[in-house]
């Protein structure tokens, strides 16, 4: 009972600030509704396509691998979702003073991120459902897919929640110890889905075992909760002693210069920036995996087009996370100390020139992260080039995207630690998908014409996406200027 | 310009008014603070004190009326404002990975100053504050007392000549409480003026030249204290303030 008054609160809160949103932006539902149900028909038609001949990447995408990839999909959005509602929310506090047993805490945050996700989840498994029907499109999803990947999502977002008490536990060991514990369980689920690949009801019968486990180590986090919460919410860190010279950008202004010197010691010693090359790393490691894996070269009407459009949608991936959700939270996260900047004389333009340059230092990262696949599959010079743009392309578009709406509906709610929520993220994604595809899609095919043209094109591509992220910082800077606090 | 700024105070505010939704936190205030006096906001809580201050340091924007800053309208030259404030927010939070001495040296690089006058303004609020053992830590490690003192330094150490503190002895022991109260009134003895906002009417009694007593969003009462004391038929400001407010 008390874990349901506990969640109830937080349902009623995220139905509030929900409410709120939509009453100040009266048209986002509506272009959020358009750019779901739009995202999810190229998804269908792309999968349409590839279940008849047109394609042929020679990927094996199985229902397997889909499954597994909601199932980490959901382990990373479980995770930190977690984080930010439960371990590292100060205003956990008042609950966890109150005579609550902890595990009525657990089970009321738990439940707080299953509802949210589980919502988001139907409404694009009805919206898909519509599209089939309406479009009468042939995919090849029946029998027990789906309700296998609705337990692996489950199974996920309650993993993700235990990785978040245990990744955030006070000592280096504990974490090591109970990360080991849990990464059972992304290991099961690759084993039995993508390496044994079990086959339709196999993966059903084996998700349907994995969510009640799933929920068994979420619950059980309760044992690391205290521990967690205090040493990521609660007590202050030592308090590192340091002494450093300040940075000075080029070209910026004496103040926007300041901000920027704060932008990067404030990333470096949060490891952001480490995280943020991490991440890139990956991306550039996951593609060059994909590609060796590859039985032979694509083949079909779009085989050249495939590799620079693979590489393209890893590098898209990495730049939302790194650059997006860092534009994003800009405003939002630091709502409580955006006095500083307020009552000093600083214009608005100047805090987000500050901020933008300074993540604009991941993306030398971006750009190297889409070379592995050109050189090893020995691209022509020109070539790999042309993805480098770009790569470089996309990130100054998904960083001008982060800027833009993480200033024009900055979220000042703790709980997600300044991100949008879940709708509004997925709907920002897609807009950046689209502005990269509109900037990306003429140059290429201009390419595969006509190389000079083509490169010539590129270049001018990726001024352009510069001149976006230049727009989009005008833009935010007098919303600063308005915002009232 | 410079005579109707002395006759009208440093500080003024005509007929501000502010609404959050249905709530009217400043309900048409009239008031003046001239240069060179410590005055004192006192209220209870959600009286509209600290909107007030926020409408003077540009965080908020009045919903009616002017509020000027040496003569600067708060809404049509926010920045002009600016460079005349130092602002203390009521729970101050700052970066958090920035140490003491960073964040100083950011308020000074924003406010154009040059380095060799920063470092002489930011080594005096250390010594007077006796902040040096703890200037070069990381701002997420402080205690709340010491991340008070260190707000209270970033908007002392350049001298602006209007300080607004909202609530400026939160969380400081009673040594330097005194401290600080023995500061501000040298402070405004040069000819500055202080605006602060608080709870404690000790604090109010023993360092403001004049108090105006908040309530509902209006000035319910406005004076030297004695005056305060003698409009109520009181012997403390506590007990002034209840009468004003009436509370118990």
Redesign the interface.
């Known amino acids: 009972m008390r874990a349901f008054s506990l969640h109830a609160a937080d349902v009623l809160e995220s139905a509030r600030r929900l409410g709120r949103g939509i009453i100040k932006r009266k048209l986002a539902p509506i272009i959020f509704a358009g750019m779901l149900a739009g995202s999810l028909w190229l998804v269908l038609s792309a999968a349409e396509q590839a279940a008849t001949e047109e394609v042929q990447l020679g990927l094996e995408i199985t229902p397997g691998s889909l499954v597994f990839s909601a199932f980490f999909l959901a382990l990373g959005k479980g995770a930190a979702d977690t984080f930010y509602r439960m371990v590292r929310n100060p205003t956990l506090v008042f609950a966890l003073s109150q005579p609550v047993r902890w595990r009525s805490i657990v089970a009321a945050k738990l439940g707080t991120v299953l509802s949210a996700n589980l919502s988001f989840l139907a409404l694009c498994l009805g919206t898909v459902t519509a599209l089939i029907l309406g479009f009468r499109m042939r995919v090849p999803a029946g029998g027990p897919f789906v309700p296998a990947l609705v337990a692996a999502v489950v199974a996920g977002l309650c993993t993700g929640f235990a990785f978040a008490v245990a990744a955030s536990l006070s000592t280096w060991r504990r974490k090591a110890l109970a990360l080991a514990a849990l990464g059972l369980f992304p290991a099961a689920a690759w084993v039995a889905l993508v390496q044994e690949d079990l086959g339709g009801w196999g993966q059903l019968f084996f998700t349907a075992i994995l969510v009640p486990c799933g929920l068994a180590v979420a619950l059980a986090s309760h044992l690391g909760l205290s521990e967690a919460w205090n040493a990521q919410a609660a007590t202050?860190?030592?308090?590192?002693?340091?002494?450093?010279r300040?940075l000075t950008a080029p070209l910026l202004s004496?103040?926007a210069?300041?901000?920027f010197?704060?932008e990067v010691?404030?990333a470096w010693?949060?490891r952001e920036i480490v995280l943020s090359l991490a991440t890139l790393f990956f991306v550039g490691v996951a593609l060059s995996a994909v590609y060796l894996l590859l039985p032979g070269p694509p083949a079909g009407r779009f085989a050249r087009f495939l590799l620079p459009t693979l590489v393209m949608a890893g590098v898209y991936a990495g730049a939302a996370v790194t650059l997006t959700v860092r534009g994003l939270s800009s405003i939002g996260g630091?709502h409580?100390?955006l006095?500083?900047?307020?009552?000093?004389?600083?214009?608005g333009r100047e805090v987000v020139v500050g901020k933008a340059a300074a993540y604009l230092l991941i993306v030398p990262g971006v750009v190297a992260a889409s070379l592995p696949v050109p050189l090893l599959a020995g691209f022509p010079w020109d070539t790999t080039v042309l993805v480098a743009l770009g790569a470089w392309t996309i990130a100054f578009v998904m960083a001008a995207v982060g800027v833009t709406f993480g200033t024009r509906a900055p979220n000042f709610d703790r709980n997600t630690g300044g991100l949008p929520d879940s709708l509004t993220m997925y709907g920002v994604f897609i807009v950046g998908l689209l502005a990269c595809a509109v900037l990306l899609f003429p140059m290429a095919n201009l390419f595969f014409r006509d190389r000079v043209l083509g490169l010539l094109a590129s270049v001018l591509v990726a001024d352009l996406a510069v001149l976006v992220l230049v727009l989009s910082v005008r833009g935010a800077g007098p919303r600063i200027?308005a915002l009232?606090? | 310009m410079q005579g109707s700024v002395r006759r009208r105070g440093v500080l003024a505010a005509r007929a501000v008014s502010k609404r959050y939704g249905t709530i009217v936190a400043v309900d048409r205030i009239d008031l003046d603070v001239p240069r060179g006096e410590v005055f004192g906001l006192l209220g209870s809580n959600g009286a509209g004190k600290t909107t007030l201050l926020k409408i003077f340091a540009t965080l908020l924007r009045p919903d009616s009326g002017h509020a000027t800053v040496g003569g600067i309208d708060a809404v049509a030259d926010p920045m002009g404002v600016r460079r005349l404030i130092g602002f203390v927010p009521e729970t101050p939070a700052l970066y958090e990975k920035l140490t003491g001495r960073e964040f100083l040296h950011l308020v000074a690089r924003l406010r154009g100053l040059p380095a060799k006058e920063a470092d002489r303004g930011i080594q005096g609020v250390v010594d007077l504050l006796h902040m040096e053992a703890e200037i070069d830590r990381e701002a997420d490690g402080l205690s709340r007392g010491m991340r008070q003192k260190l707000a209270l330094a970033s908007a002392m150490f350049h001298r602006p000549p209007v300080l607004l503190l909202d609530e400026p002895t939160n969380g400081l022991d009673p040594r330097f409480t005194k401290i600080l109260k023995e500061w501000l009134r040298g402070y405004a003895r040069d000819g500055n003026t202080v605006v602060l906002s608080t709870h404690v009417t000790q604090v109010a009694e023993s360092v403001c030249d004049r108090v105006g007593i908040v309530s509902e969003g209006r000035v319910a009462a406005l004076g030297t204290v004695r005056e305060v004391l003698s409009a109520s038929g009181s012997s403390s400001l506590e007990d002034a303030f209840s009468v004003v407010v009436g509370g118990p």
């Open positions: 202050p860190s030592s308090g590192v002693t340091r002494t450093s300040a004496a103040r210069s300041a901000l010197d704060k010691k404030t010693r949060r630091e409580e100390s006095w500083i900047v307020r009552t000093n004389p600083v214009h200027d009232e606090m």
